[in-house]
């Protein structure tokens, strides 16, 4: 799950489209699936944000605990590469971690700008806003777009030493394989010296994983079933949720925490004139939270062409706040 989800802005007609495009291609397909970077509408936003309060969901604190009680050793090793730099945050939402390192930086008097990137415009000219009052000294450069496309401007605005930063464990919102080719191309926007502050949850207790995904509660199926409801009410489906049920599984072996949506009949749902078919007990896969080992991740770095340069953990070792340098 993405830990930092941003409140939903006037969609334009591109954005209907591809919308519907998206949900029409993964609902023909085989497996079934729906991508779930459109769980967050206004009522995702909402459910995500009683899930991170769910005591299951151990990821809340994880992160936000190295980012406030090891903020010395994160800007210490941050700094090593030399300055001035540009601090990059990708998918920046309201920067709750981030804003304890870059108050430690200009505490030390670090030579840097940030420079969020953020497909939200409003996140972004609320960060622009708001950080430098709160930050006092800071030196602040929104970016609204995608990740890459923005990478590139960051790189045409100053030729500065880059440090970015990829939080919150979202390197496993992707397929081992996709996450693989994400750090790819990241490495491809980067130059020999620059770093990469990724967040990465580790496995663990298999029964603790799957119970983050799974509370007693019930509302990571009432966030699931919400994809549903955005779809009827934006594209006119008529999705039955009574029909229905939320299923969570997580593999020890390869690290996959999977989430999906099962059919409990044999039923047809219209979306836009398309009839979507399903048999009982066929699934849609909704999302996967990949967890890795310590040397998964440096493998990982390593294809990519970067070095690990250290390991940040939380006190109980089951969050690394991995930084990498570009080789």
Known sequence: MILTPTAP?????????????????????TP?????????DEQGDKLFQDIMN???YYLTGLEMEIFTQQTDLLAHTIRKGGEPFDLIELGAGDATKSIHLLRKLVEMGAHFEYMPIDISGHVISELEATLPISVPGLKLTGLKGEYFEMLAKASAISDRRKVVMFLGSNIGNMPVEDAQEFCNSLRQHLSAGDMLLMGVDLKKNPNTIRAAYDDKGGITKAFNLNLLTRINRELGADFDLSQFDHFCSYDPENGACKSY???????VVKIQGKSIRFEKDEYIWMEISQKYTIDQVDEMAQRAGFTPADHIFDSKHWF????????
């Open 320 to 327: 690394v706040d991995a930084m990498l340098v570009a080789v």
């Open 54 to 56: 769910c005591p299951e």
């Open 9 to 29: 802005e006037k969609q334009p007609e591109n954005h209907y489209s591809q919308f519907l495009h998206d949900v029409l291609d993964g609902l023909s397909a």
């Open 261 to 267: 949506l099962i059919s409990l009949s044999e039923q």
């Open 32 to 40: 079934k699936h729906l991508q779930s970077k459109y769980f967050y």
